[in-house]
T-cell receptor, first 110, second 115 residues
C-alpha cells in the first residue's frame, strides 16, 4: 500500500461547480498535512496547510480526519484557472521527509 | 524576494554522459531536498541536506547519483553514465527549518532527457 494515495482523476467539472478530493495516508503518526498545486510542466506550489480543526482560504476548504486517516480539499465555485494537479503531502512529527501523493488532476470546463 | 533557482532548465544528453544539475536555495534556508518526477508520476525523494549534518542519501536510486551542498547553500546533483530511465524532471526544494511543518518551496526544475 502506498503511504499516500489519491484518486488520479481527471475530475472534469463545469465552471462554478463544487468539487472535492480525498487523500488517504497510511502512517497514523503523520503530523503535518498539506495540499500543493502543480500546473502542467511547472513546479509544485503550496496551496494550503491542513490543520486539525479544518481551515478555509477563500474558495478552498481543507479538512483532516485522523480517525480515518484522510484529508480532503473542497473547491467551491470552480474557476477555469483552478485546472491543475492537486498533490497531497504528509509529513511525520520527527522526520524531515515529505511524502507526496501522485496527485489528482482537475479540469474545469467552460 | 528570490525563490529557489535551478539550472539548467532543460538538459538533453546522450546515454553514458555525466550531467550536473544545480540548485540555489532561498537565502537562509537550511534544509534542501532533491526530488525526481517522471512523467505522470509523483515526486520521488532523492536526497536531503540539513545544515552541516550528514545528508540523507537513502533515496538515491543508484551509485551513479551523488549530490553535494557547498557552504550550506548551493547544491549540485550529479548523475554519472546517464541512462534513458534517468529522464525526468529533477526538482529542488528548500525550507527554513526541517523537523517542523515548514513549507517547502520548489524551484522550477531541470528537465533531463537522456537519448
Amino acid at each position: 500500500r502506498k503511504e499516500v494515495e489519491q484518486d488520479p482523476g481527471p475530475f472534469n467539472v463545469p465552471e462554478g461547480a463544487t468539487v472535492a478530493f480525498n487523500c488517504t495516508y497510511s502512517n497514523s503518526a503523520s503530523q503535518s498535512f498539506f495540499w500543493y498545486r502543480q500546473d502542467c510542466r511547472k513546479e509544485p506550489k503550496l496551496l494550503m496547510s491542513v490543520y486539525s480543526s479544518g481551515n478555509e482560504d477563500g474558495r478552498f476548504t481543507a479538512q483532516l480526519n485522523r480517525a480515518s486517516q484522510y484529508i480532503s480539499l473542497l473547491i467551491r465555485d470552480s474557476k477555469l484557472s483552478d485546472s491543475a494537479t492537486y498533490l497531497c503531502v504528509v509529513k511525520g512529527r520527527r522526520t524531515y521527509k515529505y511524502i507526496f501523493g501522485t496527485g489528482t488532476r482537475l479540469k474545469v470546463l467552460a | 524576494g528570490a525563490g529557489v533557482s535551478q539550472s539548467p532548465s532543460n538538459k538533453v544528453t546522450e546515454k553514458g554522459k555525466d550531467v550536473e544539475l544545480r540548485c540555489d536555495p532561498i537565502s537562509g534556508h537550511t534544509a534542501l531536498y532533491w526530488y525526481r518526477q517522471s512523467l505522470g508520476q509523483g515526486l520521488e525523494f532523492l536526497i536531503y541536506f540539513q545544515g552541516n549534518s550528514a545528508p540523507d542519501k537513502s533515496g538515491l536510486p543508484s551509485d551513479r547519483f551523488s549530490a553535494e551542498r557547498t557552504g550550506g547553500s548551493v547544491s549540485t546533483l550529479t548523475i554519472q553514465r546517464t541512462q534513458q530511465e534517468d529522464s525526468a524532471v529533477y526538482l529542488c526544494a528548500s525550507s527554513l527549518v526541517s523537523g517542523t511543518a515548514d513549507t517547502q518551496y520548489f524551484g522550477p526544475g531541470t528537465r533531463l532527457t537522456v537519448l
